[in-house]
């Protein structure tokens, strides 16, 4: 007897329930063609290779910090008629830098003061340390901030320095880089910091009240601290840390004593910047707490500014007490986190910024400095992206701007550059630019007003392994002071970046003696 179409029916759920309890049956049916179980195969192969190259060039690069055996020359104490200002991005890394200078500069009684730019807020990692749950709203993160800010003065009363001597500006974690840009620099277009869900501190014990986002805002407190507590020894972070907030604080500290030191102020003019490196690919090296190993710069770096660098000295008891200092920051994973614990070590690393001058040539002026190669992972991996020397050519009303990389140039990378450039009377222009194989875009800052660079003012030329931007100059003839930054992308990730470069006049020339 022949089926009905009711048991066709009964059969056809039953055969659809089956399907729905293996719902993985479609994927056992496709590895059952051979051709997928080889591409399959190859492509785990191709992962587990790029993998093996990632983590092998890793470890050489560290490998390569380990066997550093720099001979540096040892920077001096500090007397007692020295004020010390340190700049730190973030709660704890005034200690990590300079926690044993700190102490012997209030040994000798020398002035001490502290200024944190922002309060390290972002890390839902340090949020569920401090607080065991991670944070979803601004107040909380706001309350990690605050959080933060115990921590350091903790720290800082442990090595002698009284909460008095501590000012905390209050601006955004993470978002250091972007106010250094042309977009957010003026106070009418500040950056919203997504987690604080503003555009103003919401701290109640910032430096200024309200204080919003924006380069021009930060420049100004920093440039008040310097007038106000009048350093004759400034510290803060190396130009070539790697950290989104690092490099933006020396730039900024830089750029306010440039200003202050063309607006004629002697104690800018004599004071003596030095820096510190916190972030860097595969340093410190090695990690953990070593209290009587020295710490050394790492190779890329020595070799590129050998001769700025000074080892500070400390005894085993300021290592001690600069290690209990760093076991303050239980936010950051202290006392067990090793990278936290490289940093309490026989000596401090300090190094004197060299700056860049601008030479006459022919017609125009020029200038040049390097940058290291093959010194981080990515760099290592994307030679066309790994920028090896950066050139500045002002010629007659244009700025020629080439860039050397290790590989050729490729269209596939995105070139970047950062010019922010102060005049005699201290006024401040940036131009900001993109490009990627010819095709060039940019902006300009330049009396209050952003303006977008058309395709007639701005273009790039490639050849080999050198990139050139072009656009107009943004001086008049005498070459003003510069800070220059290049760095290198492809889609959304950083390839390589260079140090925050000074670029300053040639000094005239001294007046022939009348004897």
């Not at 730190?88 to 005034?94: T, V």
Request: charged share 20%; glycine share 8%.
């Amino acid at each position: 007897m022949g089926r009905s179409t009711e048991d066709d029916w009964i059969a056809l759920r039953h055969t659809a329930g089956r399907r729905r309890a293996r719902p993985l049956g479609w994927l056992r049916l496709l590895l059952r063609v051979r051709w997928v179980r080889v591409l399959l195969v190859l492509v785990g192969l191709a992962l587990l290779a790029e993998a093996t190259r990632r983590f092998t060039l890793s470890q050489s690069l560290y490998r390569l910090n380990l066997g550093a055996n720099a001979a540096l020359a040892e920077l001096p104490d500090p007397t007692p008629g020295d004020r010390v200002l340190i700049f730190a991005p973030h709660p704890d890394d005034e200690i990590l830098g300079s926690g044993g200078f700190l102490q012997r500069a209030l040994e000798v009684g020398a002035a001490v003061q502290v200024a944190l730019l922002t309060n390290g807020e972002y890390s839902r990692i340090s949020a569920a340390l401090s607080e065991g749950t991670v944070p979803h709203t601004p107040a909380a993160f706001i309350r990690l901030g605050y959080a933060r800010q115990e921590e350091t003065l903790a720290a800082l009363r442990g090595i002698g320095v009284p909460d008095r001597a501590v000012t905390f500006l209050g601006y955004p974690n993470e978002y250091l880089d972007q106010m250094w840009a042309a977009d957010h620099w003026l106070l009418s277009s500040p950056v919203r910091a997504g987690r604080l869900a503003a555009v103003r501190t919401p701290y109640t014990n910032a430096f200024t009240p309200n204080a919003l986002f924006a380069g021009q805002s930060l420049l100004a407190d920093i440039q008040h601290l310097l007038l106000q507590f009048r350093p004759t020894i400034v510290i803060t972070i190396h130009p070539n840390d790697s950290h989104s907030d690092h490099w933006p604080t020396y730039a900024f500290v830089q750029l306010a004593l440039q200003r202050l030191r063309l607006a004629g102020q002697p104690f800018a003019r004599e004071a003596r910047l030095f820096t510190y490196l916190v972030h860097r690919d595969h340093w410190p090296a090695p990690r953990g707490f070593l209290p009587l190993h020295h710490l050394e710069p790492p190779v890329a770096l020595t070799a590129l500014d050998g001769a700025g660098w000074r080892a500070f000295p400390l005894t085993l008891a300021e290592t001690l007490e600069k290690r209990d200092a760093i076991n303050q920051f239980r936010s950051q994973g202290a006392p067990h986190d090793k990278f936290l614990a490289s940093f309490a070590r026989a000596n401090e690393l300090l190094c004197l910024p060299t700056p860049t001058v601008w030479r006459a040539e022919g017609e125009g002026q020029h200038a040049q400095f390097d940058d290291p190669v093959v010194d981080t992972s990515m760099a290592a991996l994307a030679p066309s992206g790994d920028i090896r020397t950066v050139s500045l050519s002002a010629t007659g009303r244009r700025l020629v701007v080439g860039l050397e990389t290790v590989g050729r140039v490729n269209s596939e990378v995105r070139y970047h550059l950062t010019l922010h450039s102060l005049n005699p009377g201290g006024d401040l222009q940036i131009v900001q630019c993109d490009w990627s194989g010819t095709r060039a875009a940019g902006v300009t800052l330049r009396g209050g007003v952003v303006r977008a660079l058309s395709g007639q003012q701005v273009s790039a030329v490639n050849g080999g392994r050198v990139s050139e931007l072009r656009t107009p100059l943004p001086w008049n003839e005498t070459p003003p002071v510069l800070l220059v930054r290049a760095w290198t992308t492809k889609g959304n990730r950083i390839l390589d970046q260079t140090a925050v470069a000074l670029v300053t006049p040639a000094q005239p020339a001294a007046a022939p003696s009348s004897d």
